[in-house]
């Protein structure tokens, strides 16, 4: 049994995994990163012991961690993160001091495509990109069940690359990339600007405000998603022109919605790669959901 | 020893290559695919007999062939060669009739990156990115020294992603395609529209004419080269953003500048990629020129 912990700006995520990939039990907690690292990190090693004595304690043999931002991971230092605020924390040695088991950390994005890969939407496949639409746009590659890294472990920043030369200022400060157009909150930005939120506030609107004006048929709400499955197929267009991948797991809230994303995407896709007459990736959506993270930061070692 | 092969749309360059990586005798022969495929195959089977006779007849221990197309890399066939105009050609199996020698196939812009990896600019990188810049824009991928391929071989579609939405028209039928502003033929392009080859006959156009213009501080062409690099530098910041490589290996005539083009193309590429912080991609020109993919397919089994 492994503990998985994905750490994120709102939330904590706790699960016990057994060896076939399930949690086993759950725990949630939110992050209050404004209390500092050093307050987050006691709060996630007493999550980790509550946990374990509602499980009757059983023996671990180590926790994975998934965390945003860019890591040393053999030093197991949070380098810097916007989302949680940190900088230069050695989080998994201030855990295993609290817990005495070893700590491991990866990217957060790179844990929840192990764990679809391992449990979820992409398992079997040699080549796996995983693509998660949220506020931005992250990403995830497994070749042969492995994460591939890079020279820095800062490969996979697929949220940037560019679609629209000289286009939206992003906050990477380049103009035009993928999640200015892409990222669910492109989606919604575009959605209100064109009237699909009428009448409610800027704090109520979200994913599932916008997918019942889509399903209602609402001409406004089917122009943005129109335009918006052309931008999500334009950069998968692009990861199937480089990677020639077996699947594509697409994550993050409007995953949720099934063949109503992945049917004009796919279609879209079709029409922009590079082979349209060769078989193409297999296009599909996470089916694990926010427990990806956990379960996949469970496995870091299992690779 | 073994032979390489590299079979272009113009020309066919054969080298016998030794353990070393040295190619220690060379021949080089018009394609004339108009002939059609047993023709140039019959040719090739020629060449390489007069080349291993030239040398002493020395054993080889196979044939590797580069070349352009859609390959089925098992069957030794190439499915379908726009370039050469090939469909359906089993060139293997025809090669070895001729030869007696097992001969193996391998897509020609991936034996150049094998040949710059094995002998040249890419020489011990971990990953290493070829990109050739010539009519468009071609791609090689290796990984702790072997060649990725992706799902059906068909990975490295470097040129074709998308940089510019709604721009140039590309071949593939996409719009604003990398290689519709980066590769030579798009910068030639761009050249004669400004004006740089301004009462030259459209066939005395070339590279070399304009680097010359370059050279003299020809305010045009100054323009031009200060436009061409920032696209030349938003396709490579994608690479780094989506790989974190270790090297990038510029390929092409272009390649020939060297720091002349490298310089400006550094400096925009710092400026584009998501961790500006740091240390990128060694951004380095190939050393092999045209030798890389003789030298590459001589060892397709080295790796």
Redesign the interface.
């Known amino acids: 049994m492994k503990i998985g912990i994905d750490l994120g700006g709102t939330t904590i995520s706790i699960g016990l995994v057994n060896d076939r990939y399930e949690i086993i039990e759950k725990a949630e907690g939110l992050t209050c990163c404004e209390e500092g690292p050093e307050a987050v990190i006691v709060r996630m090693g007493k999550m980790v012991r509550e946990l374990l004595q509602k499980a009757g304690n059983p023996p671990i043999s180590y926790i994975g961690l998934g965390c945003p931002g860019?890591l040393d991971r053999e030093m197991g230092t949070v380098i810097y993160s916007n989302n949680i605020k940190w900088q230069q924390v050695p989080v998994c040695q201030k855990l295993r001091e609290q817990l005495q088991v070893p700590v491991y950390v990866e990217n957060d994005a790179n844990c929840a495509a192990m764990g679809e890969y391992l449990a979820g939407a992409g398992r079997g496949s040699?080549?796996m990109i995983m693509v998660t639409f949220g506020t931005g746009i992250g990403?995830g590659i497994i070749?042969d069940g492995k994460l591939?890294?890079?020279?820095?472990?800062?490969?996979?920043?697929?949220g940037?690359?560019?679609?629209?030369?000289?286009?939206r200022e992003c906050t990477?400060?380049?103009k035009?990339c993928w999640e200015c157009y892409a990222s669910t909150r492109a989606l919604l930005l575009s959605a209100k600007q064109a009237g699909v939120f009428a009448g409610v506030d800027d704090g109520e609107i979200n994913g599932h405000l916008f997918f019942e004006a889509l399903k209602e048929k609402k001409e406004a709400a089917l122009c943005v998603f129109e335009e918006y499955t052309d931008?999500v197929a334009?950069g998968i267009?692009?990861l199937i022109?480089?990677?020639?991948?077996?699947r594509i797991v697409i994550g993050g809230g409007v995953s949720a919605q099934g063949e109503l994303l992945l049917a004009p995407v796919r279609e879209k896709v079709k029409?922009?790669?590079?082979?349209?007459e060769?078989?193409t990736?297999d296009i599909v959506c996470s089916v694990l959901a926010n427990d990806a993270a956990v379960i996949g930061a469970a496995n870091l070692l299992s690779q």
Chains 1, 2 share one sequence.
Not at 160 to 167: D, S
Request: aromatic content about 12%.
């Open positions: 860019v040699r080549q990403g070749f591939y890294l890079g020279r820095h472990g800062n490969s996979n920043i697929i940037h690359i560019q679609i629209e030369k000289g286009g990477c400060k380049r035009g931008y334009e267009a692009d022109n480089i990677f020639d991948p077996e029409q922009k790669i590079y082979f349209k060769m078989e990736a």
